[in-house]
């Protein structure tokens, strides 16, 4: 069974700060995707960032890099000029990659790290 | 393009008492998850539907809930008798099914349940 831990339940940053968040997994499998998604005080979850295991390559979306370490199973999120819309519910999620390459299935998350941007 | 809609957005009810839940996916989406959320903690999977056949729902408790997405578009979750722990907030999301491909879960915005 896969299993998500991450060990900050909360963080704070100071705005136009660099934040960066920890993600540990556990899994057997050799393909399989993780996310970060943000989920602020509305309840809609949004998804920040995604991994594909088989790249080396870390992904970045704007302000959003993670630090995809495979052999460590650790996938961390950092934030770089933070800003206050930051604020929210952060989630490190995994999922299984399917045999012919896809992806179709359950998201296994961690229990979230509640980052909080103060001005 | 409208997102995922679910409704009512917020429900308190008595314990034993019975609640429905209803999710309105994408439009062209034809698989739809229902997650559940407790109070602090990450979401996690009852039930996935591809179109309107039941994928997964291994971690559905059946005694109490049910699921159905009659026609492959619509869903709807249901707790029947209620418990306290059943509070949490329901989460709907959906997604193509495209193979080969990733395809990217777009949630709604939940549905808060509270049992007293």
């Known amino acids: 069974a896969q299993t998500v831990t991450q060990s900050q339940p909360e963080m704070s940053v100071q705005e136009a700060e660099t934040v960066t968040l920890s993600c540990t997994y556990d899994?057997?499998?050799?393909?399989?995707?993780l996310f970060w998604y943000k989920q602020p005080p509305s309840r809609q979850m949004i998804l920040v960032i995604r991994?594909?295991?088989?790249?080396?390559q870390n992904a970045t979306e704007n302000r959003f890099s993670v630090n995809f370490q495979k052999a460590a199973k650790s996938f961390s999120l950092k934030i770089s000029d933070s800003q206050l819309g930051d604020t929210a519910m952060y989630f490190c999620?995994?999922?299984?990659?399917?045999?012919?390459?896809?992806?179709?299935?359950?998201?296994?998350f961690g229990k979230g790290t509640k980052l909080s941007v103060k001005p | 393009e409208a997102g995922v809609a679910q409704s009512p957005r917020y429900k308190i009810i008595e314990k034993r008492q019975s609640v429905a839940f209803w999710c309105n996916p994408i439009?062209?989406?034809?698989?739809l998850y229902w997650y559940q959320q407790i109070l602090g903690q990450g979401p996690k999977l009852l039930i996935q539907?591809?179109?309107?056949?039941?994928?997964?729902d291994s971690q559905l408790p059946k005694d109490r809930f049910s699921a159905e997405r009659l026609k492959g578009v619509d869903s709807t979750l249901k707790i029947q008798p209620a418990k306290l722990e059943d509070s949490a907030v329901y989460l709907c999301?959906?997604?193509?099914?495209?193979?080969?491909?990733?395809?990217?879960?777009?949630f709604g915005p939940g549905t808060r349940l509270t049992v007293l």
């Open positions: 999620a995994f999922m299984k990659q399917r045999n012919y390459g896809g992806s179709q299935g359950n998201l296994i």
């Open positions: 899994t057997s499998e050799s393909n399989y995707y």
């Open positions: 991994q594909e295991a088989y790249k080396q």
């Open positions: 999301a959906s997604s193509l099914l495209l193979a080969g491909s990733y395809n990217e879960q777009f």
């Open positions: 539907f591809q179109n309107n056949g039941v994928v997964d």
């Open positions: 439009s062209g989406h034809a698989t």
